[in-house]
């Protein structure tokens, strides 16, 4: 799938030419990245998929169990057709709606050294509008600079003005920031 499609960034950016469809996917694709990479969360699952948290300290990775209370290591974007091997009741958090960090039990027990839960991880099945303007803006701004050196490197202008890259777009960072999810280690 992706965030966006190459014909609707077609239709975006006004491109017409067919000519440029496989570099504009390929684009599309470092454009999707580079959101994941700088919000910390990806916006598009397309299966759901094991997670394996333990209970016991020592086992592989910390114990993500306190008490009734479960704590995923990444976000659970929607709490439909979740399985957890203890079979167990759950509250996810927050209670008010995905993404989900978390739940608690509220019947049942978890399994013991280790609670397996199948989810679809990540902040949404499919992503938010917002993210998807951002992606059409990231992709016309790697078109625009496929050819060109001077976002990577300083740039002397004839009156001796030296000009540092700016890292991404201002449109696409200001969306992007409302998103980026800090990991405390």
Excluded at 7 to 24: P, Q, R, S, V
Excluded at 35 to 50: K, L, P
Excluded at 130 to 148: E, F, G, H, M, V
Aim: with cysteine.
């Amino acid at each position: 799938m992706g965030y966006v499609t190459t014909a609707n960034f077609k239709t975006w950016a006004k491109f017409t030419k067919d000519t440029e469809d496989a570099l504009l996917a390929v684009l599309i694709s470092m454009a999707e990245k580079i959101i994941e990479n700088y919000t910390n969360r990806v916006f598009e699952i397309d299966s759901a998929s094991d997670q394996t948290f333990s209970r016991v300290a020592g086992l592989p990775g910390p114990s993500r169990v306190r008490g009734n209370t479960l704590y995923f290591y990444e976000e659970l974007a929607t709490s439909e057709d979740v399985t957890f091997s203890g079979g167990g009741t759950v509250v996810f958090l927050p209670e008010d709606g995905p993404p989900y960090y978390g739940c608690y039990l509220t019947d049942g027990s978890w399994d013991y050294p280790t609670e397996t839960v199948n989810g679809k991880w990540g902040y949404s099945e499919s992503p938010p509008e917002d993210i998807q303007y951002a992606c059409y803006i990231l992709t016309k701004w790697l078109y625009d600079n496929r050819d060109s050196t001077k976002g990577d490197n300083l740039v002397v202008t004839p009156e001796g003005k030296v000009l540092v890259p700016s890292g991404l777009p201002s449109g696409a960072k200001i969306i992007l920031d409302q998103y980026k999810r800090v990991v405390l280690v």
